[in-house]
């Protein structure tokens, strides 16, 4: 069965920063392009960074120059530091892989860590 486990969530102060890890297993990790979401009380869930296969990275613009998506394909796992946190930062932060199939893609979800940020 394949698993996202994310990591590395908690309280930290306005201005602080946190690393989340997301390891994923039983898939090749490598062929896979991964994303960082975060979902709010009351609000949809948003694309928060994502990383190609290559390593190519795309950022929503709130978070920009603020928090850097990577991977490390001989560890199987994508990471997301975050720094200059502020309150609206604060969700449910979910890890997801794509896989580009022919005529269709195969994603799975990690099952989130909570980042909490206090002014």
């Known amino acids: 069965q394949v698993q996202l486990v994310e990591s590395g969530g908690g309280l930290v102060h306005s201005g602080g920063s946190l690393r989340l890890s997301c390891a994923a297993s039983r898939i090749i990790f490598s062929f896979y392009a991964m994303g960082w979401y975060r979902q709010a009380p009351g609000k949809q869930r948003e694309l928060v960074a994502t990383i190609t296969r290559s390593g190519n990275s795309n950022y929503e613009d709130s978070v920009k120059g603020r928090f850097t998506i990577s991977r490390d394909n001989a560890q199987n796992t994508v990471y997301l530091q975050m720094n200059n946190l502020n309150p609206e930062d604060t969700a449910v932060y979910y890890c997801?892989?794509?896989?580009?199939?022919?005529?269709?893609?195969?994603?799975?979800w990690g099952q989130g860590t909570q980042v909490t940020v206090s002014s």
């Open positions: 997801k892989g794509d896989l580009s199939l022919s005529r269709d893609t195969q994603s799975y």
